[in-house]
């Protein structure tokens, strides 16, 4: 293993030091990580279009310009790749789907130019389901989980946390309907952060639902998440949806003692919605915030699951409008998954539609009075470690019930649209990961942040990193 290997498998803080100071090369590093992702890549199955030109010119530049004193930030040299739901001028932006697949977009996303503007590297886009829902279009692989390639690897945003894991890029971008970054973050052994709706630019985002649509990141490391979360953070005109509202320092929350925080639990709605070692895991985690100075109160989130059994339905819904124009003419190219959504939610009836929002506006109220005694809930990203691949198909068929269940921890905050954050908090008896989940109150990502990075200080679980050779051998 070479110098510049192990440098791709550390963190952007410890590496952007490095690179600024000129002990490391973007050149030399950007060999190192397209290296890696030539021989590991096939079988992770995490990059749908790799521009290795592209990055080695762009680390030529960057190179040069922090020589000659000109350092852009920590982003700057820095190697990663995005999901292929954002536009991309001139490189395919194919969003998981057969209709779109040679599709090449005239602008880039706001998250692109801000990268850009920030000097990282676009090493290429990454693997995600056919539209950024549950199942991957019968034409393309998913993506393989490095912990155990017969696990699944997670919904929409699967490639970019399986690349981030993998050490295939040093972060991405993703986005977050349902759970698609706190999926892939929790089975994956990674950090995902969902800032709260509105806070980053949806702007040259293909769209799936409108109203629960966030865009977010994903990193090995709750600095390196606030990292990106700096670089790309803030309003923008294009996007009438945009917070006005001033963004703050988040890599600086990082360095910030966790003691005064109040941290939602609710005992009982882990025991229902997980299994017995999530839930005794979330359990632990809640003893080392205390221990790190946060103060645990009770709470009670009951109110939550009935919300998510209208997922589908509002999100059906939303997706129906932003295929207007190639549903149902174009319904035969789709995945079976992604079409029976559409097809379901084409028959909805207004009174269908009015009641999930009365259910909507109702939650969110219970909701509201829960932050009004706590910062922070502290909940799993997931109920259940990573399911086999016999269980959750490239094609899912989920009842109604069990879909809920799943949606059980995620769904309702991209309906309320509070930041969470997930990170590592164990391992389950199998030696897959488990994800803590920190929800914070709006416009309050410096809360989790700084919560999140107190319980990395205290537990270290997030230096831990798939046994890669073995999976692949195995598999």
Known sequence: MTGYDILCQSSISEVSTLLRSG????????????????????????????????????????????????????????????????????????????ILADWVPTYDAHVVERLDDAGAVLLGKHVMTEFAFSGYHPDFDPPRNPWNADRWSGVSSSGSAVAVASCLSFGSFGTDTGGSIRYPAAVNGIVGIKPTFGRISRYGVFPFAD?????????????????????????????????????????????????????????????????????????????????????????????????????????????????????????????????????????????????????????????????????????????????????????????PEAMAEYLAFTAPFNFSGHPTISLPCGLSSGGLPLSLQLVGRATREVDIITAAAAFERATKWHTLRPPLPEVFQAW
């Open 23 to 98: 002990a490391a090369s973007p050149r030399d590093l950007t060999e190192a990580m397209l290296a890696r992702i030539t021989s590991l890549g096939p079988a992770l199955g995490c990059y749908v279009t790799v521009v290795a030109e592209r990055a080695r010119q762009q680390a030529i530049v960057a190179e040069r310009e922090i020589a000659l004193g000109h350092w852009r930030g920590p982003l700057h040299g820095i190697p990663m790749g995005i999901k292929d739901i954002f536009y991309t001028r001139g490189i395919p932006t194919g969003v998981g789907s057969k």
């Open 211 to 399: 109203s629960l649509d966030h865009v977010g990141a994903f990193a090995r490391s709750v600095e390196d998440a606030a990292i990106l979360l700096d670089a790309v953070a803030g309003r923008d005109r294009r996007d009438p949806l945009s917070l006005r509202v001033p963004v703050e320092r988040y890599r600086a929350a990082t360095g910030r003692p966790a003691k005064g925080l109040a941290i939602g639990y609710d005992e009982g709605y882990c025991a229902r919605h997980a299994s017995p070692e999530v839930a005794d895991a979330i359990a632990d985690a809640t003893i080392a915030l205390a221990d790190a100075g946060a103060r645990i109160v009770p709470v009670n989130i009951a109110a939550l699951f009935e919300l998510c059994g209208y997922f589908s339905l509002v999100a059906g819904a939303e997706a129906l409008l932003a295929h207007v124009d190639t549903f149902p003419s174009r319904r035969a190219e789709m995945g079976p998954a992604f079409a029976g959504l559409l097809d379901a939610c084409a028959n909805a009836s207004a009174i269908d539609l009015a009641r999930a929002q009365a259910v909507w506006a109702r939650v969110a109220a219970r909701l509201d009075g829960v932050f009004d005694s706590v910062d922070i809930l502290c909940l799993p990203s997931m109920g259940v470690p990573a399911p086999t691949l016999e269980e959750v198909a490239p094609q899912p068929r989920l009842t």
